[in-house]
């Protein structure tokens, strides 16, 4: 009777369980989908981008609770190509108005360790054409009064990105994180979203790690490749 009882509720949660799981698939598909198409990703081979803005020191010695070191950019160049899951970045920033200039070079591939690929797959294009291919899930929540379709993906390594969609369709905010234990938290928020070519892009960019400021990008010039 018992065992009767128990494969009895076992398959009822199962019948529950199981379409709402594939539901939820479903509801990312179509929720990623009107992202990609919001965004113009669908038609998207490459993206380069400059700005200026504020650069910061991301240290292993940080106090805790303390910002990261200020840095002025004068100049910050992207290259983002979707094709080929490359990226490479070039800024130059400053200790102050008379500092002597820091040039700083980053080069992502699909061999970079997680800890530099990150960058690519937070980016809201990057973004868009993995949680079409990993499974997504998608959940309804406001948050400080705003409403998002929260999606979900996993990708290889198990590194978990998430990303807030709003009701444009539009990306406001992606997070992941890094670390031996990927329990170093980055936030990457997107603003001011301006179509270049049939693309939305935002033109400000302001990233965090570990709750701290890491960037603050205003971008200036825009080219899309199709």
């Avoid at 936030?187 to 302001?206: C, H, L, Q, S």
Wanted: proline content about 4%; some cysteine.
């Amino acid at each position: 009777m018992f065992s009767h009882t128990t494969s009895l509720c076992l398959s009822m949660f199962l019948m529950v369980v199981l379409p709402a799981a594939g539901l939820a698939q479903q509801g990312a598909h179509a929720t990623v989908a009107a992202a990609a198409k919001a965004l113009g990703a669908d038609k998207l081979g490459a993206l380069h981008y400059t700005g200026t803005g504020s650069s910061y020191v991301i240290t292993e010695d940080r106090a805790p609770g303390a910002a990261w070191p200020h840095r002025v950019m004068k100049s910050y160049t992207r290259d983002l190509n979707f094709r080929t899951t490359t990226s490479r970045m070039q800024l130059v920033r400053r200790d102050g108005p008379s500092g002597p200039d820091e040039t700083l070079h980053h080069a992502i591939d699909a061999n970079s360790p997680w800890s530099a690929q990150y960058d690519f797959w937070i980016t809201p294009y990057a973004f868009v054409k993995a949680a079409a291919a990993n499974q997504a899930t998608v959940e309804a929540k406001t948050i400080s009064g705003t409403p998002y379709k929260i999606v979900t993906f996993t990708l290889p390594g198990n590194h978990k990105v998430v990303g807030y969609i709003n009701d444009k369709d539009l990306i406001d905010k992606v997070e992941t994180w890094i670390g031996e234990k990927n329990d170093t938290l980055i936030e990457a928020y997107y603003r001011d979203y301006t179509d270049f070519n049939g693309v939305k892009v935002p033109t400000m960019i302001t990233t965090k790690q570990a709750g701290e400021l890491s960037l603050i990008l205003i971008v200036k010039d825009v080219k899309v490749e199709a």
